[in-house]
């Protein structure tokens, strides 16, 4: 299975079937920076706004996934559930919603612009999670200290960060610097791209790994 970061909150996820799904595509109008045109089977948004909703930069006529649901696409499920864009109940933001993904046997989740702090009802909703995209840059979403919150409720055996400035960003957030520093030296890896390839040795069991992807091109 690949990962690969398209920038913001923006990931193609790859099956080894080939079955690809994008989660968030962005507009250059909002985040600063453009989201590369790539192909996928389906795209999930977890709310309509500019920096989560560009279906222009998905290509290949995928399905478009937009509401609490379940679907089944080539192999791959996909299930979405309601929260919040704030602490407010969505009274500043409106709703978010949280994606999950089976791929490869492998659980993925992706919490688009998730607002709501940790509780056992959420945590208990999203379930078990190997791999936990999360939004760190508060501002519009949790932050660093709210989403280290999230992965010791979750116990994902990976952790991706998003949602947080590169040297590009116009969006008024923070850098990923304040959540990298909540975890030991030995949990953080850093990718020297955009892409990951997936395989057993993440799965290990010991520790949560955090996976710091390059930024230079955002």
Not at 39 to 56: C, E, F, G, K, Y
């Amino acid at each position: 299975m690949k990962i690969t970061w398209l920038g913001h909150s923006a990931f193609r996820l790859e099956e080894s079937t080939g079955t690809a799904v994008v989660a968030d595509p962005y507009s250059e109008s909002l985040v600063g920076y453009r989201m590369q045109k790539v192909a996928a089977d389906a795209v999930t948004v977890s709310h309509h706004h500019r920096d989560h909703d560009d279906l222009s930069r998905v290509e290949g006529d995928p399905e478009v996934f937009d509401t609490v649901g379940f679907w089944e696409l080539k192999g791959v499920d996909v299930t979405s559930m309601h929260c919040w864009h704030d602490d407010a109940q969505g009274a500043k933001r409106g709703p978010n919603l949280i994606f999950k993904y089976r791929m490869d046997g492998v659980d993925l989740c992706h919490l688009g612009d998730i607002g709501e702090e940790c509780d056992a009802r959420t945590g208990d909703l999203i379930g078990t999670v190997n791999v936990l995209m999360i939004p760190v840059g508060g501002n519009y979403t949790i932050d660093a200290v709210q989403a280290k919150e999230y992965v010791d409720f979750l116990m994902p055996d990976i952790v991706i960060p998003m949602h947080f400035r590169t040297p590009s960003c116009e969006v008024d957030i923070a850098k990923v610097d304040e959540f990298l520093d909540l975890f030991d030296e030995e949990q953080l890896v850093y990718i020297d791209g955009d892409t990951l390839e997936v395989d057993r040795e993440y799965f290990d069991g010991d520790s949560t790994k955090v996976i710091v992807f390059s930024d230079k091109n955002f």
